[in-house]
């Protein structure tokens, strides 16, 4: 069973901060997921990565697959940034597919104007 | 292209009564997964569906169960229900080849279930 550890668990910073969320996981993987949540529940993904990187506008997320590590990073953070950000890690099984997603805990971002 | 439809929004029970949770994927995506969010366990997979079948089952008594229909719709039912099944619910769909597993999932807004 993969072990998802997400750090920190909450992050304060002030707008226009560059902000880094952390995932490590504890076995290999077919896909990496970085999920936004805000107030009320919904769930956005951001981004579904296996290896490398990708950007999307003020969002970078990173996988190091070796060192089974990813972040997510925010450039000029703005109030609305302000969420929950959720790592989710996909492992393939021993039947040659993959399993369901593992979750890490979140972590809670304020950006204060 | 509607996004993942969730129903209802908010649901009360009584312990030992269940529930029965729907969802309608977006259209032309053959999956459907299920996941129960909680303050204590945070985000755990329930089970994904693709093409009416079971393919993945998380660590969940048989309590919970699920289906789809042959549109793609799934629902998710929750017998003899007690406190600790208080939580949103949520499912996502995808579009999943036949032989892929990894493609972007796409959320619904949930469901909060609150059992008494």
């Known amino acids: 069973k993969n072990e998802v550890e997400q750090s920190p668990q909450n992050l304060t910073a002030q707008e226009g901060e560059f902000i880094t969320i952390n995932c490590s996981y504890s076995?290999?993987?077919?896909?990496l997921h970085w999920l936004q949540q805000h107030p009320g529940g919904g769930i956005v993904s951001l981004f579904m990565?296996?290896?490398g990187k990708k950007k999307h506008g003020r969002l970078i997320a990173t996988i190091n697959i070796q060192e089974k590590h990813s972040s997510l990073h925010i450039t000029a953070s703005h109030p609305r940034d302000s969420a929950v950000y959720i790592c989710?890690?996909?492992?393939?099984?021993?039947?040659?597919?993959?399993?369901?997603?593992?979750f890490g805990k979140g972590t809670h971002l304020i950006i204060q104007p | 292209k509607a996004g993942v439809t969730q129903t209802p929004r908010y649901l009360i029970k009584t312990r030992g009564q269940q529930v029965t949770l729907s969802c309608s994927p977006i259209?032309?995506?053959?999956?459907v997964s299920w996941y129960q969010q909680t303050p204590g366990q945070g985000l755990q997979f329930l089970f994904e569906?693709?093409?009416?079948?079971?393919?993945n089952k998380g660590n969940f008594p048989g309590r919970f169960s699920g289906r789809q229909f042959s549109n793609s719709r799934s629902e998710m039912n929750v017998s003899t229900l007690e406190l600790g099944d208080s939580a949103l619910y949520l499912c996502?769909?995808?579009?999943?080849?036949?032989?892929?597993?990894?493609?972007?999932?796409?959320f619904g807004n949930g469901t909060r279930l609150t059992v008494t």
């Open positions: 259209s032309g995506h053959r999956s």
């Open positions: 990565l296996s290896s």
């Open positions: 076995v290999g993987i077919s896909a």
């Open positions: 569906y693709f093409s009416e079948t079971q393919r």
């Open positions: 996502a769909s995808r579009w999943l080849g036949v032989s892929s597993y990894n493609s972007p999932l796409h």
């Open positions: 989710a890690v996909r492992s393939p099984n021993s039947g040659g597919g993959a399993d369901g997603l593992t």
